[in-house]
């Protein structure tokens, strides 16, 4: 999320953008196997992730890549991500991990409660 607000910030200080789509992301791709490969590793922990053959969706009915396309805001703003590729990405973890092992932190978080 830091580097969300730092784009917005970037852009709403900058005499460039206004009105443009924008993206604010990290110029990375990473699939969700890979991704929970990342978190098991930086947690100390061994995981085994599957795939529930009935919650898959038809074919052609989901996006299989995402990919967030940074080079307008940097083009545009100025701005580039803090957390940018795959390193960045495993510091984003790494931090995210470090602040729900602070017992402070993880007390402040509402277990079984979803509010919008």
């Not at 005499?15 to 890979?34: M, Q």
């Not at 098991?40 to 038809?58: F, I, K, Q, Y």
């Not at 931090?95 to 402040?108: G, R």
Request: hydrophobic fraction near 40%; include cysteine.
């Amino acid at each position: 999320m830091l580097d969300t607000v730092s784009g917005f910030l970037t852009l709403l200080n900058s005499e460039h953008g206004a009105g443009d789509v924008i993206n604010f992301g990290s110029n990375f791709e990473i699939s969700i196997g890979e991704a929970a490969r990342v978190v098991c590793d930086v947690m100390g922990v061994t995981a085994t992730v599957s795939e529930d053959a009935a919650r898959l969706r038809p074919a052609n009915s989901e996006v299989e890549r995402l990919w967030a396309d940074n080079e307008k805001a940097k083009r545009v703003a100025g701005w580039s991500p803090g957390y940018g590729g795959a390193e960045g990405f495993r510091r984003g973890i790494e931090k995210t991990v470090e602040w729900f092992s602070d017992p402070q932190n993880l007390a402040l978080y509402k277990v079984g409660s979803y509010t919008v």
